[in-house]
């Protein structure tokens, strides 16, 4: 890739990631046209020449020196704002990505199932394979084995729920 195509995709990239921040938490305000790791730039830039020098980066503990080279497309030794986004956007994703991961999957529709009253007492079984989630275990109305369906497909990361829950009848 060359730099232009570069900082397109770390454009886009840093777009999907505002949108889907955005959507996360309303709470959350961002600055007109202010990349979303703007303030964090400024904090960092002690000197406030624009860029992140090493000793400036140091404290920030996630920027080991492995990291900022890599980061360094223009081999300057220092990381300007769009060198310094464009890493945190990475990290930004793999987050994303860990957070979708099978095992949250599985712990966050286990919680979800225990939070309902319903269906607590019941022992609802959860495995999940590439964000495909399968449910198994007995439960005494078609109702509830309903509920857990929806209740697990609004996790978050979840792709598809295939239902194998048996009613005891
Ligand atoms: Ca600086
Ligand atoms: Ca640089």
């Not at 081999?75 to 769009?82: H, R, S, V």
């Given at each position: 890739?060359?730099?232009?195509?570069?900082?397109?995709?770390?454009?886009?990239?840093?777009?999907?990631?505002i949108s889907a921040y955005a959507h996360e938490s309303d709470s959350m305000t961002m600055g007109d046209n202010q990349s979303p790791n703007h303030q964090t730039f400024t904090m960092f830039d002690t000197n406030k020449d624009g860029v992140l020098s090493a000793s400036e980066l140091s404290k920030d503990p996630s920027f080991t020196k492995a990291r900022i080279a890599k980061a360094d497309h223009?081999?300057?030794?220092?990381?300007?704002?769009?060198e310094y986004t464009e890493q945190k956007v990475m990290t930004g994703e793999s987050e994303v990505k860990q957070v979708a991961s099978d095992s949250w999957i599985t712990a966050q529709a286990k919680t979800q199932l225990l939070a309902e009253e319903s269906l607590k007492s019941l022992k609802i079984s959860v495995?999940?394979?590439k964000g495909e989630v399968l449910l198994s275990g007995f439960v005494s109305t078609e109702?509830?084995?309903?509920?857990?369906?929806?209740?697990?497909?609004?996790?978050?990361?979840v792709k598809s729920v295939k239902n194998g829950i048996v009613v005891k009848k």
């Open positions: 890739m060359n730099n232009l195509t570069k900082s397109i995709v770390a454009i886009a990239v840093s777009g999907f990631v223009d081999n300057d030794g220092t990381l300007d704002e769009a495995e999940t394979f109702a509830l084995k309903i509920k857990a369906k929806n209740i697990v497909s609004k996790v978050k990361g």
